[in-house]
């Protein structure tokens, strides 16, 4: 067949400009790859760095400042970027789909899933709206919803995240194009429901054979995905190659960098640590001559890297394996990372902060225009536990699990409806934070997961850190406090000449830097840290991450570190919590919690968690549906409408009674009704080939 | 949905009530009413005169005993002197007990109009109903145009297009009507330009409406009204055309007519709905200088008559009307909001 030998999309030297009042930003330089038929492309690089660029590049939708500046793409052939207005309409929702980041931003408010499913082919084949509504029917049943003529008459608002971003992906399917163009799909979503969306969209393109260009920052779901591999660095391709053979042999600086970044399962803190890339990315008008990855290389040699433009290179070998490195065959790619001093694990102290049978239950007003009672929104029910001294305690949930709030009660931002917190045995529980004393708020501290909001952005950091110290009380003169002020810019590692820079002057990493330094102000007995790297890029996260926990080290701190992403929980926490719907499923130390015997929610949890390492076998356990409301939870056991283990329980016991936190064994406890023996047959999710 | 037209009209009932109260308060206050005592009685009464006759008719009680009255919540005021039973419910000569005990506006007892000789409820009947035409008129020729004028700038935000209709719309709101009644008058009806297309006073379309003597009016009061509205749509429609589910919708291969008229419109309309409803307040006041300038014996008119004569009666009943308007269209725009906006819509 010639038809394979045929690129479904060839992109060829493409450059793209966005054209602002002052200057041209050049957003993709030189970039250049190819989607054979059926072939899945991964697209990945940091925030910033133009993957999105050339997604809208390639559907001619660069809106009014963007222009291709230079190079092709072809579509089976057909050059896109001297397309007319005509041709590109036939192209775009026929041939190429477009399915990107936020489902309930694609959907049009104002008019009915069906409605806007029917269209599709409405515009392009011109079938009648009865014909047109069938298919929407039956493609809605293809991506697996329930119920699908109430679907097609609902709002998009009346659905859930996870059940509108299928409408997005059934809306690309509907005319059954040949290429698939995905923009981090499953970026706002949670990692259970990601997972099923990811299952279908592999298993949608290879039933119609459709390519995919698949763009995402997260190299695990990239891995699961896609067959080929495309990083991107500051506008250019670096590396491309088969995902497996560039996941198993990197050839270029930036990927290897990447991949030591984030933290991989099966290697612990002192085997494997995560190392920062040193600097930032640079801006699209800030590029540095020759290699743009030059400043933070730590291969780079002058003369040679900045001297020229760097060319895309055969690498490792393998045929259509390519890096953008001078230096690729000198490098030797197998040398383990230079170790960072690695510490040994401080043993735990006294109990600190403890939680027993703490409730949060939140009235919700009948809304503006009134309809019914108000309802109760059961955010934390049952929460029990406690953390020790120089200890993290890793709490881990979903969205809407109930973590934030936990943090809020914790902090005095809400008062809890029922049950006790006590800290260094006083309880506080009732105490809101405008009642606490200086003592107890400089004791108990929080970062945030937004570094940006919460700076105020018209004081200098060091009036900020400075005033956090007067609400402490903490030094007792202008110039002691200006002191501890630089002192604390010390210790999250910013320069000194930071305490005169406004928030705007910072990046992203270096704000949260700023909030943390203001949550340790006080040396805070307990750190509630939410989210706090989750809103930066990998490269930065690892840097943060290592600063909390050496100042958590140093100050022996009780770290509360909520996340949703497992890779790090592994990595840093001594003990987890998982929770679901507002109950502690499971708690127990790191390794517990992580093997089995799991809570079945656990188990799921963490087979849902796309690994970036080839080596790497992992259990696919795929929930059904989404998580119930907290406003009209199951009865029973919280999880016992997505668990597959609920069959094994005799009667209907899971769903009439709530389990019981039972200890299995030490600290580790779990939530379930089934019997330890059920429990011992559970196998582990994950597991790594050794070699 | 009933509980929250209930809330609504609950609310709406308490902010007429207070509304008239301060417009009662403020039209009887003691130099209004000892202009009413002379022009009433005798121009030359003493001070002395002015009181007994202020306490003969009622006017001497409190405020709020009054306000009552007036409302027809509180018994009318009834005085005997000299054998003969007068009172705010007895007509002249009739019997007291064929007279009702209230009578107020709620009983359809609007007063009597000083300058008009005639019941204040017959006065603002006729004249509301020529006013009821031409607002029916200019919303007619408003509201289409606005919309149109602001869909067309938005949807291409920043084209010549946009920038020209924009400044269109800027100088209209900018001109008061006074001043473009004037221009229209004269480029339109004058001959100092020599158009005379139009005829530069109404009067005679209270007989009969022709295209001749009514569009200027019209025109001026419509002018006004569609810069403002045209603007709230051109930015809500660019707005709605930079989302998300817009470009969903052009990625789908929809012909911009398509995205326009499908996908933007119905979204982009839902605030400039709200504006419309809202725009009607301050459209009145347009009706009062439109009205004076070209001759249109309204509404509008009626209120500068009864507001330059001390006609007590007739200006509260124009207030009662004007509140109710007022707070009739705030919730219509309220109740068309969540019709329009399927995220609020209650079941
Ligand atoms: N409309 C625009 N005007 C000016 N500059 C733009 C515009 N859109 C994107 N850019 C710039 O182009 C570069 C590439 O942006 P792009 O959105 O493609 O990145 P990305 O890799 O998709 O990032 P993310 O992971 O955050 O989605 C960035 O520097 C960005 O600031
Ligand atoms: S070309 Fe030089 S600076 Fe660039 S990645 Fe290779 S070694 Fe590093
Ligand atoms: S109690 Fe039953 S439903 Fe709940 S997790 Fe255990 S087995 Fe599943
Ligand atoms: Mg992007």
Redesign the pocket.
């Given at each position: 067949m010639t038809d394979a030998q045929t690129p479904i999309l060839e992109i060829e030297n493409l450059s793209i400009s966005?054209f602002?009042r002052t200057r041209e930003?050049p957003?993709?330089m030189d970039f250049s790859c190819k989607v054979m038929p059926g072939e899945a492309m991964g697209l990945v690089?940091?925030?910033?760095?133009?993957?999105?660029?050339?997604a809208l590049g390639v559907m001619r939708d660069l809106?009014r400042?963007?222009r291709i500046t230079g190079g092709s793409i072809r579509f089976k052939g057909r050059d896109i970027t001297t397309m007319g207005e005509r041709e590109l309409r036939g192209l775009r929702g026929r041939e190429i789909a477009m399915i990107y980041q936020e489902p309930m931003a694609s959907l049009n408010p104002a008019m009915k899933v069906g409605a806007q499913l029917a269209e599709v082919p409405m515009i392009h084949e011109k079938i009648s709206k009865a014909d047109a509504w069938a298919r929407a029917r039956a493609i809605v049943e293809d991506v697996r919803l329930p119920d699908p003529d109430r679907i097609l008459q609902a709002w998009p608002h009346q659905l859930s995240g996870g059940q509108q971003q299928r409408i997005v992906i059934a809306m690309a399917l509907m005319s059954r194009p040949s290429l698939l163009i995905l923009?981090?799909p499953t970026t706002a979503l949670d990692v259970t429901v990601e997972a099923g969306i990811v299952d279908l969209v592999r298993d949608l393109a290879e039933k119609h054979g459709t390519s995919m260009l698949f763009?995402s920052?997260n190299l695990g779901l990239v891995m699961d995905v896609c067959d080929r591999l495309c990083v991107?660095y500051s506008?250019e391709a670096v590396e491309t190659g088969d995902v497996v053979e560039v996941f198993s042999e990197m050839r270029h600086p930036y990927t290897q960098a990447l991949f030591r970044s984030i933290p991989l399962p099966g290697a612990d803190k002192s085997a494997r640590p995560l190392v920062a890339i040193p600097g930032n990315f640079p801006?699209?008008h800030e590029r540095p001559p020759g290699c743009n990855f030059g400043p933070r290389c730590d291969y780079f040699v002058a003369g040679r890297c900045d001297a020229q433009e760097i060319p895309m290179l055969p690498a490792g070998g393998a045929p259509r394996h390519n890096s953008r490195c001078i230096r690729v065959d000198e490098i030797d790619w197998n040398a383990p990372p230079a170790l960072a001093a690695t510490a040994e694990p401080t043993p735990p102290g006294e109990v600190v902060i403890e939680a027993s049978d703490l409730r949060k239950y939140y009235e919700t007003s009948p809304g503006m225009f009134g309809g019914g009672t108000a309802k109760i929104v059961k955010a934390n029910e049952q929460i029990d536990f406690s953390a020790r001294a120089g200890e993290t305690l890793a709490i881990v949930g979903e969205s809407g699990c109930g973590k934030s709030t936990l943090a809020k009660v914790l902090m005095g931002l809400e008062v809890a409806s029922a049950g006790t917190v006590t800290l260094n045995g006083d309880q506080i529980q009732q105490l809101p934070v405008e009642k606490r004393g200086p003592a107890l708020i400089s004791s108990l501290q929080m970062v945030f997961q937004n570094p940006f909001d919460t700076l105020n952005p018209s004081m200098t950091i060091g009036a900020q850190i400075i005033r956090a110290l007067e609400i402490f009380q903490i030094g007792d003169s202008a110039a002691d406090r200006h002191e501890r002020m630089l002192n604390l810019l010390d210790l999250v590692k910013l320069p000194r000449e930071f305490a005169t820079r406004k928030p705007r002057q910072l990046s992203g990493g270096q704000k949260q830097r700023v909030g943390i330094a203001r949550a340790f102000a006080g040396e805070a007995k307990v750190v509630v840290a939410d989210e706090p790297v989750s809103a930066l890029d990998v490269s930065v996260q690892a840097a943060v991450t290592d600063l909390l926990m050496e100042i958590q080290r140093k100050n022996r701190t009780t770290l509360l570190f909520i996340s949703h992403d497992l890779g790090i929980v592994r990595y840093l926490s001594d003990r987890v919590l998982v929770m679901y719907l507002g109950h502690v499923v499971e708690i127990g130390t790191t390794a517990e919690v992580f093997s089995p015997p799991f809570h079945p929610y656990t188990e799921a949890l963490l087979s849902a968690v796309p690994v970036a390492d080839p080596r790497v076998t992992r259990k696919r356990i795929v929930l059904q549906g989404d998580i119930p409301s907290a406003m009209n939870p199951p009865p029973g056991c919280p999880f016992q409408t997505r668990c597959r283990w609920k069959p094994l329980v005799p009667g209907d016991l899971c769903e009439t009674v709530v389990p019981d936190l039972r200890r299995l064994s030490g600290g580790h406890r779990v939530k379930c009704h089934l019997t330890d023996e059920q429990l011992a047959t559970m196998e582990p999710v994950i597991e790594v080939a050794v070699g | 949905m009933l509980k929250f037209l209930l809330r609504r009209t609950l609310t709406m009932v308490a902010t007429a009530l207070v509304l008239t109260f301060v417009v009662f308060w403020l039209t009887n206050l003691p130099p209004n009413l000892e202009k009413l005592a002379k022009s009433e009685g005798n121009a030359r009464m003493t001070d002395g005169e002015v009181i007994s006759w202020l306490d003969r008719n009622g006017h001497a009680q409190p405020l709020v005993k009054r306000y009552g009255e007036w409302l027809g919540v509180a018994p009318g005021w009834t005085d005997e002197r000299d054998g003969v039973t007068s009172g705010r419910c007895i007509a002249r000569g009739a019997a007291v007990e064929d007279s009702p005990r209230f009578c107020g506006v709620l009983q359809g007892y609007w007063g009597q109009s000083t300058v008009f000789k005639a019941p204040v409820s017959e006065i603002i009947a006729t004249r509301l109903s020529l006013t009821g035409i031409l607002m029916f008129w200019v919303m007619v020729l408003m509201v289409p145009s606005a919309l149109l004028i602001g869909i067309l700038a938005g949807m291409r935000e920043g084209s010549k297009l946009d920038r020209t209709l924009s400044t269109v719309s800027i100088a209209t709101t900018a001109t008061p009507e006074y001043v473009s009644g004037v221009i229209l008058i004269v480029v339109f009806s004058s001959s100092m330009v020599g158009l005379k297309w139009f005829k530069g006073t109404a009067t005679s379309a209270m007989d009969g409406i022709t295209f001749e003597n009514f569009f200027l009016p019209v025109l001026t009061i419509a002018l006004y009204g569609m810069g403002y509205i045209a603007r709230m749509t051109r930015a809500s429609m660019s707005e709605v055309m930079t989302a998300q589910y817009i470009r969903t919708a052009r990625l789908k291969g929809a012909s911009f007519g398509r995205v326009v008229m499908r996908h933007a419109l119905r979204n982009a309309l839902i605030a400039p709905f709200t504006v419309i409803m809202l725009q009607f307040p301050w459209l009145l006041n347009g009706v009062v200088i439109v009205e004076t300038l070209f001759n249109f014996k309204g509404f509008g008119w009626t209120l500068v008559e009864a507001a330059g004569n001390n006609d007590i009666q007739l200006l509260l009943g124009c207030s009662v009307v004007a509140v109710v308007v007022v707070l009739v269209t705030q919730a219509m725009s309220d109740v068309g909001y969540v019709l329009l906006n399927p995220r609020i819509r209650v079941s």
């Open positions: 966005f602002t930003i957003a993709v690089g940091e925030s910033g760095c133009g993957k999105s660029t050339v809106g400042n963007g923009d981090e763009i920052h991107m506008g801006l699209p | -």
